[in-house]
């Protein structure tokens, strides 16, 4: 099932967000288009300084407005979010869409307790009474499993693991049922055994809400357990999107593939070296010129007349399927191999 | 918190214990001897040992001290001035008075100015960091961020006299520094210290306005608050509740510290008003040799200091519900 | 394993952090059991990985092994030398040969010095000259790394993420060191990055012949590097084995969760790994769960489980030196293993 399918929910085109530092303007998205329908997830997979949660501070309005110049539209359920008044933004933060971030701890107020946190966005956009707010904030807190939630209600995010905080951090997230869910790398900072169960309960919240849910991540087995589309980002732009599966099993970016090829796994063989990108991701003050990976890029001398270094490849989507890379299909199918044969393994 | 206060109790009579103790050494192992300075011209050694025996020196120093901490708890009889009531801190051969008295007498002026000044500075300093916090590069911030600067480096005898000499006796806006008890008259008290409140606050309104906007400035980039504005929270309560909250622990750090020196005596301030508080009571008597005295204010401004370094504490304790008191 | 002495030998090793608490003296009230009697043996060039959850007891490990910590209890052998207790004195020869390469390559470089003086440091301190001067060794070991000896007089902020790990990876090789405690090295980098410095430890270890104490949470990237493994939870090792064994055969179920819990990037309509799902959290070390340890989460514990605590042997079936510290050890055909409750409050 991809999200053509439906009418899409959350729609961004051709988005540019561009601060200006005291060292000059960062780039930091620079042309990014993507649909999502109800009851979807996309994941965003990049690295650091690729875009990908500045991208999602912006849908939520977040971004710091006089550094800020912004550019393209964002309609949520037909909704022009860019031009909305910060008044019309703080009706539907919290309500119509939320955002859960990495590091829970640091995004719960230490100050509060769990259940004031979670109460007062119900109060807020239903106008619950006390009372109504804290009973739907058990509710919240047993739904997303915390033993016990009549007691943790009244705790604070300190006495609360890693795990459980998170966990709280969802129910704060839903509490007014949304209709997305923007997942800021959600699992990065947790154990894998917790990460598995913070994963599970998302799946299950999301059938149950028929929640659209953009999952940012850096991490490609993450994509592979919660993704029904992937977006690749890479220097501030989309190099690649389509299925999970197509991405994941029929990398057509060169960036993709060496995402996927320098992965250790825990199966296939291990004497081997890995296959890293070489090179560090490119700085957006002072992008490469044209594709923005060729610098890192081990097939930029295959494409004639130096187009890597001086033309940017356009992202063609048909279908939901699509990437922006200069090489032919035929000779992404004649290099790929080799590498493919590795990535297979992960 | 029970438990806490006990404990930071002992704590701070322990420091105080130490701290007169050491105070006491230091006063009388210095080579001036008070016998000496109030036998006058005409001395004999049997006066000189009449005098020693009235002013209770005629004992080695441990003994005093064990004699002047006695005093504290039970009083204490000078054969040559009579009784001195519990709590007796020493008796000051210069006023011929208690020391405690003496201190007594004195303490309603300081414990005014430095309340006094410090709602003024407390609501103007935060007041207009919070401001600047919030107009962050821009022209009031600027404005706020420059003022505070030229505010702390002004000096309190420069402002002070300049003050007093435009605003009271140029242009009469202002009353004559002078002290009526708040009982007495509390509109006087008023008018009579509103100069200098608003002059000693004048640094500090500085160094609160720089703090606040730092503090605040350091917050507002912090991830709970970003969750908070992405739970539809207005920018307002962001900033009251979450932010502010965040900010308020160095502050009442600073504040705690603050008061507590006030306490012990704003010298120059109350030598620019001539106002007699503890803290002129301090420098008369050093220039007096005044040894008792100089002792009971120097433990009066420790006592204020670790008495408010307990309660920042608890206050810390307070605002920030991660730090637990044991 | 060779029949040798082992470079690193390592029994009964403990640290107990005491919790100072009570009223109105404080004492000692109890301690947070980060480590509790740890047996491991690392052999000359081998590198031994120890992989657990965040609380394991695995960094603080890598600090007793290196003596940051001074161990509670237990006993640590350097190539047959007690250096359990050891003064300044008697490490100083020692410190030069075990070093230690950290998570965060931003924190533990000095960004007030140039790259030359952070990696000629360990140099100056221990006071060694090597032929043809420190200069040109620093040169040599940033080329070793995959740096550009041209950037001997840059300081750390003019590099990346990866390139500040090979500064630090080479100022560990400073002194040609025999054995290397490597906590979390690549687990801040991007993933494109991490690749990268994997290689380089693995190129080292090879070519240079150094041992390494690999500590990360990341289980496929320890798989990659070490050759043996022992897994940690709540400060004791759960299971140890040689690489092949542990992940083809994993015998723990704490081995099995975790492993099942690594998610993977491929997309297999009909997964060939089982899942298994841990109900609620990792207990507090302060005050462990009696027996064995992991029996709160485990959906095997027994009564056995609570009163005895499980011996890490050999147990039947396993390889030798292929260790496991559990009553009721998985086989093979105890796939799939049964899939927890996801509601923790059944198991709280």
């Not at chain 1, 033993?147 to 998170?166: C, K, N, T």
């Not at chain 2, 002129?280 to 002792?295: E, T, Y």
């Not at chain 3, 270890?205 to 990341?218: M, S, W, Y």
Request: hydrophobic share 40%.
């Amino acid at each position: 099932m991809t999200s053509t399918d439906q009418q899409p929910f959350l729609s961004v085109r051709d988005l540019k967000v561009h601060f200006s530092t005291e060292d000059g303007i960062v780039k930091a998205v620079d042309g990014l288009s993507f649909d999502l329908a109800k009851g979807q997830t996309l994941g965003i997979v990049g690295e650091s300084g690729s875009g990908k949660s500045v991208t999602n501070l912006t849908i939520l309005g977040l971004h710091d407005r006089d550094r800020t110049a912004i550019d393209g539209e964002i309609l949520l359920d037909g909704k022009e979010l860019l031009t909305a008044t910060e008044r019309e933004l703080a009706q539907l933060r919290g309500n119509k869409m939320s955002m859960i971030f990495q590091d829970a701890l640091a995004s719960l107020s230490p100050y509060h307790t769990v259940g004031k946190q979670i109460s007062e966005v119900y109060r807020k956009h239903t106008g619950a009474s006390k009372k109504e707010s804290r009973e739907r904030a058990i509710e919240m807190l047993k739904r997303v499993g915390i033993p016990q939630p009549e007691v943790r209600v009244d705790d604070y995010p300190h006495l609360f693991s890693g795990g459980m905080r998170q966990r709280a951090m969802i129910a704060m997230a839903l509490v007014c049922d949304p209709e997305l869910l923007i997942a800021d790398e959600p699992t990065t900072a947790l154990d894998v055994t917790v990460q598995a169960q913070i994963m599970d309960l998302l799946k299950d919240l999301q059938q149950e809400f028929g929640t659209a849910i953009v999952f940012i991540t850096h991490d490609l087995g993450v994509i592979a357990d919660i993704a029904d589309d992937v977006l690749v980002m890479y220097g501030g732009r989309c190099v690649e999107r389509g299925t999970k599966k197509e991405v994941l099993t029929d990398p057509q970016h060169p960036y993709t593939l060496g995402l996927l090829s320098s992965m250790p796994s825990l199966e296939g063989p291990v004497d081997v070296p890995l296959m890293p990108i070489p090179g560090s991701p490119p700085s957006l003050l002072n992008p490469p010129s044209g594709c923005r990976f060729h610098p890192r890029c081990a097939f930029a001398e295959k494409v004639a007349g130096g187009r890597c270094s001086s033309e940017s490849p356009v992202l063609e989507v048909v279908d939901g399927r699509g990437s922006a890379c200069h090489l032919t299909t035929a000779q992404r199918q004649e290099l790929f191999a080799d590498l493919a044969a590795v990535a297979q393994h992960n | 918190m029970f438990r806490f206060l006990v404990r930071r109790t002992i704590g701070a009579l322990v420091i105080l214990l130490i701290v007169s103790a050491i105070t006491f050494w230091l006063f009388y192992a210095v080579p001036r001897d008070p016998a000496m300075m109030s036998c006058g011209k005409n001395c004999t050694p049997a006066s000189l040992a009449q005098i020693r025996h009235n002013l209770g020196i005629d004992h080695p120093i441990p003994v005093q001290y064990w004699y002047w901490l006695k005093g504290i708890f039970v009083g204490r009889e000078y054969s040559g001035f009579g009784h001195c009531n519990a709590p007796c801190l020493g008796y000051s051969f210069a006023n011929n008075e208690p020391v405690f008295g003496t201190i007594m007498d004195r303490l309603p002026l300081t414990l005014s100015l430095a309340f006094g000044s410090a709602v003024i500075f407390l609501i103007f300093g935060v007041g207009t960091g919070m401001i600047a916090a919030l107009k962050q590069g821009k022209f009031l911030d600027k404005f706020a961020t420059s003022a505070s600067l030229l505010g702390s480096s002004l000096q309190i005898y420069f402002v002070g006299y300049i003050a007093l000499y435009f605003l009271t006796f140029k242009l009469g806006i202002l009353d004559q520094p002078s002290y009526t008890p708040l009982t007495d008259n509390p509109v006087q008290w008023f008018s009579g210290l509103l100069l200098p409140w608003i002059v000693l606050s004048i640094i500090f309104t500085a160094n609160y306005t720089r703090m606040a906007r730092s503090q605040l400035v350091e917050q507002l980039s912090e991830d709970y608050v970003r969750t908070a504005r992405a739970k539809g929270l207005s920018r307002a309560n962001v900033f009251l509740r979450f932010a502010w909250r965040g900010a308020m622990g160095p502050i009442v750090t600073v504040f705690g510290i603050d008061l507590g020196t006030l306490i012990g005596g704003a010298i120059i301030t109350e030598q620019v008003f001539s106002l007699q508080g503890i803290g002129r009571l301090s420098v008369i008597s050093v220039i007096q040799s005044d040894l008792p005295m100089l002792l009971g204010v120097t433990v009066l401004s420790a006592a204020a200091i670790v008495f408010f370094n307990i309660f920042v504490d608890a206050a810390y304790a307070f605002i920030d519900p991660r730090i637990r008191l044991a | 394993m060779s029949d040798t002495t082992p470079l690193l030998d390592v029994s009964g090793l403990t640290k107990h952090f005491p919790i100072k608490g009570g009223f109105p003296i404080r004492r000692t009230v109890g301690a947070v059991q980060a480590v509790d009697g740890l047996d491991f043996q690392v052999g000359e060039g081998e590198s031994l990985g120890l992989v657990g959850e965040s609380g394991c007891g695995k960094s603080t490990t890598g600090r007793l092994i290196t003596r940051l910590l001074e161990p509670s209890a237990g006993k640590i052998t350097y190539s047959g030398q007690d250096i359990t207790h050891a003064n300044r004195k008697a490490l100083a020869p020692i410190r030069s040969e075990i070093q230690m390469i950290f998570q965060d390559p931003y924190a533990s470089l000095n960004p007030r010095q140039t790259v030359g003086k952070i990696v000629a440091g360990p140099m100056e301190i221990n006071n060694i000259n090597p032929a043809g001067g420190r200069e040109a060794r620093v040169r040599e070991l940033l080329e070793i790394v995959g740096l550009n000896p041209e950037h001997y007089n840059r300081f750390p902020h003019e590099f990346s993420g990866g390139q500040r790990q090979r500064i630090g990876v080479a100022r560990a090789l400073a002194l040609e060191p025999k054995l290397i405690v490597a906590d979390e090295p690549v687990s801040a980098l991007d993933v494109s990055i991490q690749a990268q410095v994997v290689n380089l430890l693995q190129k080292v270890q090879r070519e240079l012949g150094i041992a390494f104490v690999f500590i990360a949470h990341d289980l496929a990237i320890v798989r990659h590097f070490s050759q043996r493994v022992a897994v940690m939870y709540l400060g004791k090792i759960v299971e140890i084995a040689d690489r092949d064994d542990l992940y083809g055969n994993p015998r723990h179920p704490y081995t099995r969760a975790l492993l099942s819990a690594v998610p993977e990037a491929t997309v297999d309509e009909t997964p060939a790994r089982e899942r298994i799902r841990l109900a609620g959290d990792v207990p507090s070390p302060i005050n462990p769960p009696t027996g064995c340890r992991f029996r709160t989460r485990c959906w095997k514990a027994t009564e056995k489980c609570a009163t005895e605590a499980p011996p890490l042997v050999q147990v039947e079936g396993n390889k030798p030196g292929h260790l496991t510290a559990c009553h009721y050890p998985e086989t093979a055909d105890t796939v799939p293993a049964p899939r927890l409750s996801k509601d923790p409050e059944a198991a709280a």
